[in-house]
T-cell receptor, first 113, second 114 residues
Framework: DTAVSQTPKYLVTQMGNDKSIKCEQN?????MYWYKQDSKKFLKIMFS???????INETVPNRFSPKSPDKAHLNLHINSLELGDSAVYFC????????????FGQGTRLTVV | DAKTTQPNSMESNEEEPVHLPCNHS???????IHWYRQLPSQGPEYVIH???SNVNNRMASLAIAEDRKSSTLILHRATLRDAAVYYC???????????????FGKGTKLSVIP
């Protein structure tokens, strides 16, 4: 039973489209995250979110928005996709605290053409 | 944010121990030291974490310097499956954030030679 699952695994779309990536965790964690890993393999945090607070990395364009229908889900919506959005996107979750373990999904490879 | 410094790459022979160093000279007293690894084409995977004392688990050991300004991840017997990028991360946060972010650096790419 996968702890953090993302769908789809691969997503190819045209510039200007709007797309969503879904993420679900079955660990009962309070906090979920979205990371972007670009072609240089650098992992950058985009958002961290619990049911009380959304923390946005200031470098993330406002075309990206997280949506959480419930505690177990944090979906990533992207409007007006650009070529530079091509990357692998990882969802993660953890309990609150500095000494807790984070679990990551397998990633969604987004290609914008 | 407190920063970490790791070598870009390291090599190890299979079945030999591997010591992966990390410097974090600006660590604060409440930062936990976390290690994650990322195997090719997979998401990051938790390895181990600690605060002040050395830690052991089934995957690895974490040795933390007495002044906490450096730490070493120890893989006791490297296998081919251990070839990955290893990230040393200081996990910080404050009660208002509610989230305690993990900020990844460039990590150390470990190659294991058969």
């Amino acid at each position: 039973d996968t702890a953090v699952s993302q769908t789809p695994k691969y997503l190819v779309t045209q510039m200007g489209n709007d797309k969503s990536i879904k993420c679900e965790q079955n660990l009962g964690h309070d906090t979920m995250y979205w990371y972007k890993q670009d072609s240089k393999k650098f992992l950058k945090i985009m958002f961290s979110y619990n049911n009380k607070e959304l923390i946005i990395n200031e470098t993330v364009p406002n075309r990206f928005s997280p949506k959480s229908p419930d505690k177990a889900h944090l979906n990533l919506h992207i409007n007006s996709l650009e070529l530079g959005d091509s990357a692998v996107y990882f969802c993660a979750s953890s309990a609150i605290g500095r000494n807790t373990e984070a679990f990551f999904g397998q990633g969604t490879r987004l290609t914008v053409v | 944010d407190a920063k970490t410094t790791q070598p870009n790459s390291m090599e190890s022979n299979e079945e030999e121990p591997v010591h992966l160093p990390c410097n974090h000279s600006t660590i604060s007293g409440t930062d936990y030291i976390h290690w994650y690894r990322q195997l090719p084409s997979q998401g990051p995977e938790y390895v181990i974490h600690g605060l002040t004392s050395n830690v052991n688990n089934r995957m690895a050991s974490l040795a933390i310097a007495e002044d906490r300004k450096s730490s070493t991840l120890i893989l006791h017997r490297a296998t081919l499956r251990d070839a990955a990028v290893y990230y040393c991360i200081l996990r910080w946060g404050y009660s208002g954030a509610g989230s305690y972010q993990l900020t990844f650096g460039k990590g150390t790419k470990l190659s294991v030679i058969p």
